[in-house]
């Protein structure tokens, strides 16, 4: 299942990615607290493209929904 990201930044949307882009990327079960993968920011934190091809890389250790996260911040998941 490939992981889908909300972190692009179109007109009139809230910028939700500069505030976390110094964050761990987490991806976690959906619902559960169970981290799959972490992947600590890189030394000028993350942009939506740097974001974009960790998750058309990474590998996905299960087959259930996952979500992704910045710290706390949720910016996608398998399911968007």
């Known amino acids: 299942m490939p992981l889908h990201l909300i972190t692009d930044?179109?007109?009139?949307e809230p910028d939700i990615l500069t505030?976390?882009?110094?964050?761990?990327?987490?991806?976690?079960i959906?619902?559960?607290?169970?981290?799959?993968?972490r992947i600590?920011?890189?030394p000028g934190g993350w942009t939506h493209e740097g974001l974009m091809e960790i998750?058309?890389?990474?590998?996905?250790?299960?087959?259930?929904?996952?979500?992704?996260y910045l710290g706390d911040v949720w910016?996608?998941?398998t399911e968007v």
């Open 9 to 12: 930044l179109r007109p009139g």
């Open 75 to 77: 910016i996608g998941s």
């Open 19 to 28: 505030p976390v882009r110094h964050e761990t990327l987490v991806v976690r």
């Open 40 to 42: 600590p920011s890189p």
């Open 30 to 37: 959906k619902g559960n607290a169970a981290t799959q993968v």
């Open 55 to 68: 998750a058309g890389g990474v590998q996905l250790p299960v087959e259930e929904p996952l979500d992704a």
